[in-house]
C-alpha cells in the first residue's frame, strides 16, 4: 500500500488532538457528573467547557448554538463547566456537532474557550435541578392549568410600543419580554435598581391572590 493512499486512512496531528480532547470529555463527563454519552444522533447534545462555570453566558452560547437550527431548550446548570442543549430536530443536533465541536468561542474575560460536544440520549433536566431547595421555598408542581396557561399567553401584548412599559426584544428564532425586571442574557441576572414601569399583567393578580389562599391552606394543616 503506498503512502498516498494510506494518508487517506490516517487523521492529521489536529484530528488526532481533537479527537482525544473530545474523548477525555467524555470520560470526564462520565466519571465526574454521571453522565453518559452516546455513539449516535440525538437531538440532545452536552458541550463541554460551554457552561456558566467556564464563564460562558447563556446569550453567547445561544448565538453560538442558533447558527445549527432552533434550540428547543437549554440547561445550563450552575458552577458547571458544561451545558445541555436539545434541537428541534436530529439534523439541526447532527449540524451543530459536525460544525461546533472544536470551534473556539470567547468568554466573558476574553478568555478563548474550545466547545466539545457529545450526543445524549436525553438530557436529565429534572435530576439536575438543585435537589436541596432554600428553607422556606416550597415548589407546587402544575400550580397552573392548561386553560390558565392560554390565559396568560393570551393576555401578552406584542403590539405595543417596545420603549413603553416593559422590555421586549427578538432573538434570532424567538420573542421575548420581560416583566419586572428586564433579564440580562450576558450574565443570567437582573439588574435590581431598574425595575420596569409595566409591572405584570392585570391576570396575574387573580393567581396570584389564589396562591397566597393554597399557601394558607397549607400552613393550615402543617405543610410548610
Given at each position: ?12 496531528k ?6 482525544r ?13 454521571g453522565?453518559?454519552?452516546?455513539s449516535?444522533a440525538?437531538?440532545s447534545?452536552?458541550?463541554a467547557?460551554?457552561g ?28 458547571k ?47 439536575l ?22 390565559m ?20 434570532k ?52
Amino acid at each position: 500500500m503506498d503512502s498516498s493512499h494510506q494518508s487517506n486512512y490516517k487523521l492529521s496531528k489536529t484530528e488526532k488532538k481533537f479527537l482525544r480532547k473530545q474523548i477525555k470529555a467524555r470520560h470526564t463527563l462520565l466519571r465526574h457528573e454521571g453522565i453518559e454519552t452516546v455513539s449516535y444522533a440525538t437531538q440532545s447534545l452536552v458541550v463541554a467547557n460551554g457552561g456558566l462555570g467556564n464563564g460562558v453566558s447563556r446569550n453567547q452560547l445561544l448565538l453560538v448554538l442558533e447558527k445549527c437550527g432552533l434550540v428547543d431548550a437549554l440547561l445550563m446548570p450552575p458552577n458547571k463547566p458544561y451545558s445541555f442543549a436539545r434541537y428541534k430536530t436530529t439534523e439541526e443536533s447532527k449540524r451543530a456537532y459536525v460544525t461546533l465541536n472544536g470551534k473556539e468561542v470567547v468568554d466573558d474575560l476574553g478568555q478563548k474557550i474550545i466547545l466539545y460536544l457529545n450526543f445524549v440520549e436525553k438530557a436529565q433536566w429534572k435530576e439536575l435541578r438543585p435537589q436541596a431547595l432554600p428553607p422556606g421555598l416550597m415548589v407546587v408542581e402544575e400550580i397552573i392549568s392548561s386553560e390558565e396557561e392560554k390565559m396568560l399567553l393570551e393576555s401578552v401584548d406584542w403590539t405595543e410600543d417596545t420603549d413603553n412599559q416593559n422590555s421586549q426584544k427578538s432573538l434570532k428564532h424567538r420573542r421575548v419580554k420581560h416583566f419586572g425586571y428586564e433579564f440580562h442574557y450576558e450574565n443570567n441576572n437582573v439588574d435590581k435598581d431598574k425595575p420596569l414601569p409595566g409591572g405584570l399583567p392585570d391576570i396575574c393578580d387573580s393567581f396570584l391572590e389564589k396562591w397566597l389562599r393554597e399557601a394558607e391552606k397549607n400552613s393550615e394543616v402543617g405543610i410548610h
